[in-house]
């Protein structure tokens, strides 16, 4: 027998009169997360005695509320970045639920995960002036606790890297020079190449997440591991390793050019078990890391 459940501690009427003195607190109905969170009374006592939360509202003398479902994605992108134009800041969940039009449900239904909301916003904003100070808040945030000079290698998705110009270029004066470096790589050259490396079929080292995937590619075999999928949604892999028992083993890898755009991106490091990049730059990252430049050196002096 399965252990008998508690009673339930509180009445109906005590579960209603909570509810219009939590909503005479706040101005408005609470969420279910924010009477639970503000009470003692806890969600079975609800379930149990009025069947589920929206009962328990309407018993209350309320509507019971659903935010309104967006009609396009690009609805949901724009209301996330005026909840982070409010705030100064990346919304919480609960933070985007409180203030926001639609719910962070609605994002995970989108796009597949709340992580996703940084990247998606980056893509939606390239070239659209009026989000420039949203992006400069996000941008401001990733960088606050980057070492001094790890700051200029902090690259959102959204923006080209710039490697070092050609030696010929160096010759310029250096206002010339200053001027090619910041404009976009793809005004003066159609790509940009890596440092020389000749490592195995691959002349140049990646200047993206793009070489990165390519690269990790070429190596799984050295790592023990088969890759089972890929996809554009984080964690960007699946793989499989055999453990020490002979048992296969999943393994959860995201890519990223340098380790610390694992933060810029907003992914939850619970969800993930690997990230592979090319340079490793977060010192206080709490997963493992293939650092690809590393494995490079090595496999090349064996």
């Known amino acids: 027998m399965g252990r008998p459940r508690s009673t339930p501690k509180a009445t109906q009427q005590e579960i209603i009169e909570a509810i ?11 969420s279910k997360a924010e009477f639970l969170a503000q009470t003692k009374i806890g969600e079975y006592t609800i379930n149990h005695v009025c069947g589920t939360w929206c009962n328990a ?23 996330w970045a005026r909840t982070v ?12 639920n409180k203030i926001a039009e639609f719910s962070w449900l609605h994002w995970k239904q989108t796009f597949g ?16 002036p009026e989000w420039d100070d ?26 080209i890297l710039l490697t070092d110009p050609p030696a010929s270029l160096l010759r310029l004066k250096d206002d010339w020079h200053k001027w090619l470096r910041e404009r976009p790589v793809s005004q003066y050259t159609e790509l940009t190449f890596g440092d020389p490396i000749d490592f195995r079929r691959l002349r140049n080292a990646p200047v993206n997440e793009s070489g990165v995937v390519l690269l990790f590619g070429m190596l799984a075999a050295e790592f023990g591991l088969i890759i089972e999928a890929i996809q554009p949604a984080f964690p960007d892999c ?22 610390r755009n694992f933060l810029i991106h907003g992914h939850n490091a619970s969800e993930c078990d690997v990230i592979v990049c090319w340079r490793h730059n977060w010192k206080e ?18």
Do not use: M, N
């Open 85 to 96: 134009r409010t705030l100064g800041r990346a919304p919480s969940q609960w933070d985007y």
């Open 20 to 30: 219009q003195a939590a909503s005479k607190s706040l101005g408005r109905l609470p």
């Open 57 to 79: 509202v309407r018993a209350a003398g309320f509507k019971s509320y659903q935010k309104p479902k967006p009609k396009a994605s690009e609805d949901l992108i724009v209301d």
């Open 134 to 159: 949203v992006v400069a808040i996000l941008e401001a945030i990733a960088a606050k606790d980057a070492e001094p000079e790890q700051k200029h290698s902090l690259a959102l998705e959204t923006k």
């Open 285 to 302: 990252c709490p997963l493992r890391v293939i650092e690809l430049s590393t494995a490079v050196k090595e496999l090349k002096a064996a």
């Open 113 to 128: 995960s709340w992580s996703a909301a940084p990247r998606a916003f980056f893509e939606f904003a390239h070239g659209k």
């Open 238 to 259: 699946e793989a499989k390793f055999r453990g020490e028992d002979g048992k296969w083993r999943r393994l959860r890898i995201e890519f990223e050019y340098e380790s």
